[in-house]
């Protein structure tokens, strides 16, 4: 079964600073890979996703996530955040023939000023 | 595109009542529903999967006649807290997929609070 591992609980970042996010998956076949973004008492929002091709994937709100398959990782960056991108970050995996997801344990993000 | 709405938004009902929250696909036909339960400050954990006019697929752990699901249109599904308990409070998602891709959209939730 696939699983995926987000090892940051939480992270702490200044306000316009880079963000890197990490997310590895175990599976293996070439899963999809998804980063999903989560306000307090709120549903998911997608951030982006990948299913094949360019292993690099933009998203929403400046977003980007690199595959790496040597790594079996999928890594969510952001060159500069805002104030707003304060948010639980969940990244998830599925298969193909299977329509479920597996979500990591997601990883709370703060910023301060 | 691809909105998922749920409703009620929060609930609070007593012990031993039943409540059900509804979860639509507002804008297109969605092949496969999915229920998940959020505890606070946790991961979701994904409860039963339903397709429209078949029963619902549940998880281990996961009490079928606790939890009723009825998903009786390509854009509608609901879910049952029957006899509802305290242990029953947390925070309900639904989300919805049209296609083979995997790509689920996730209603906004349901606060669920047994008294």
């Known amino acids: 079964a696939q699983s995926v591992t987000q090892p940051d609980i939480h992270i702490t970042v200044s306000e316009g600073a880079s963000l890197e996010l990490r997310c590895n998956y175990s599976y293996g076949a070439t899963p999809y890979l998804f980063w999903y973004v989560q306000s307090p008492g709120q549903g998911l929002q997608l951030l982006l996703k990948?299913?094949?091709?360019?292993?690099l994937v933009q998203g929403i709100k400046g977003f980007e996530a690199e595959f790496k398959r040597s790594q079996s990782s999928f890594n969510l960056r952001k060159p500069s955040v805002h104030w707003s991108d304060a948010a639980e970050y969940f990244c998830a995996v599925g298969v193909v023939g299977n329509e479920k997801l597996t979500f990591g344990t997601g990883t709370r993000l703060t910023i301060i000023p | 595109g691809a909105v998922v709405s749920q409703h009620p938004s929060r609930v609070i009902c007593k012990s031993g009542t039943s409540v059900k929250i509804e979860c639509r696909s507002l804008?297109?036909?969605?092949?496969?529903m999915f229920w998940y339960r959020q505890f606070p400050k946790q991961s979701l954990m994904l409860m039963a999967t339903?397709?429209?006019?078949?029963?619902?697929?549940?998880e281990q752990g996961v009490e079928k006649d606790k939890f009723l699901i009825n998903h009786a249109s390509l854009t509608l599904s609901t879910l049952t807290v029957t006899s509802a308990h305290p242990e029953d409070s947390s925070f309900y998602i639904c989300s919805a997929t049209l296609d083979r891709y995997n790509e689920q959209f996730f209603g906004p939730g349901t606060r669920l609070t047994v008294l």
């Open positions: 990948y299913f094949s091709g360019d292993t």
């Open positions: 804008d297109f036909q969605a092949t496969t």
């Open positions: 339903s397709n429209e006019g078949s029963k619902a697929t549940y």
